[in-house]
């Protein structure tokens, strides 16, 4: 018997009720209001769009709050809802045949990569915003779209250097990209760092990335 919490989480569907999947996954906030709005944007767009909730309904709007519910959290717990996430994705009658993409958040973009990697024949197209992650990536076998803020005293400019370059060199498709003038969170609009334009800019760079590698069928 598995004695690990069950999943819950946000699912929206295209109006066809068909396409492509996407896996979102939030930041260290929780399941917010923006990310349940990110899914309905991505259904709008014809995709299947499923965030799971890795915090257990807990949501945060202070930093202190979210590093004191991220460290009261089991990492072998979000790993496992990321897993099975991923796989309760693929499995709806919605999700079209294939590989899926995931998208996610900070904490949700570190956890986009180490999937990436974990479960490679699953992925078709890793998009990440601000995520870092320093296991080896040698496994990952999808393209990758990263955003990073200019100003960001989560993400280490030698830990993103180092993943930019080990991707490349693993022969992947990479295109990691640089906001001047943002900070951390830039692109989440219930954040006071939030920068519209820049976050206009990578949600469209990041349509644009799906739409290229998850068709519609």
Avoid at 3 to 27: E, Q, S
Avoid at 84 to 97: E, K, N
Avoid at 139 to 159: I, K, M, Q
């Amino acid at each position: 018997m598995d004695a690990r919490r069950a999943g819950t989480g946000y699912l929206a569907l295209p109006r066809a009720d068909r396409g492509p999947g996407i896996l979102v996954l939030h930041a260290w906030w929780g399941l917010t209001a923006h990310v349940r709005g990110v899914c309905d944007r991505l259904a709008d767009e014809g995709y299947v769009a499923l965030a799971p909730d890795l915090l257990a309904g807990k949501v945060a709007t202070e930093i202190d709050q979210a590093e004191q519910q991220l460290e009261a959290a089991n990492a072998d717990e979000l790993a496992h809802l990321t897993r099975s996430g991923l796989q309760t994705l693929r499995d709806l009658p919605a999700t079209a045949d294939g590989p899926v993409g995931v998208l996610g958040w900070s904490m949700g973009g570190s956890m986009a990569l180490w999937l990436a990697a974990r479960v490679p024949e699953a992925i078709a197209a890793t998009a990440t915003y601000y995520g870092d992650q320093d296991i080896d990536m040698a496994t990952a076998r999808c393209a990758f779209l990263g955003h990073y803020a200019e100003v960001d005293p989560y993400v280490a400019d030698d830990s993103l250097v180092l993943l930019e370059s080990e991707l490349h060199l693993n022969g992947l498709e990479v295109e990691f990209h640089r906001y001047p003038g943002t900070q951390h969170w830039f692109a989440e609009d219930d954040r006071p760092e939030h920068d519209p334009k820049a976050a206009s800019l990578a949600w469209q760079r990041t349509l644009d990335f799906f739409r290229e590698r998850l068709p519609m069928h």
